[in-house]
């Protein structure tokens, strides 16, 4: 068998970013949530590198003609899944901040108006220098 077959290289990169999914995860350059999806894929790789007729065992219990097709299919659809999951995160997440920023500005009004009263409250209470004088 030879070792740089395109089975012991799928294992190999899937082996490889198991190992960097790891890592960034560990040094806090990644969220467990977005680990798991890369850990699941590189899984997968390594998965299908080491046991290559598995793909073929799926194909033909699905009825699939060719079963490496089956390969690019189910990663099309999880790229899709995945950039639609991306899309709704990044859509909450400017929701978020938009309502933030209002609320920022409401806040910040408040202020401005508390700090205008207090200005007012202190300019009535301080005594005027005229009518000190002797």
Partial sequence: MNLWSPHWTSAAIGSALCVAILY?????RMQ????????TVAWAALVI???PRLVDIVGRALNI???PI?????AM???FIKSLTQDIDRCRREQDMRRLA???AMLEARLEHMEHLAGKCHSSK?????DHEP
């Fill in 24 to 28: 960034l995860v560990r040094r806090d």
């Fill in 32 to 39: 467990v949530r977005y680990a798991l999806w890369w850990l």
């Fill in 126 to 130: 301080t005594p005027n220098a005229a």
């Fill in 65 to 67: 003609h060719y079963p």
């Fill in 102 to 104: 209002q609320r920022l």
């Fill in 70 to 74: 089956l390969v690019l299919l189910t």
């Fill in 49 to 51: 590198g080491i046991f």
């Fill in 77 to 79: 659809a999880l790229l």
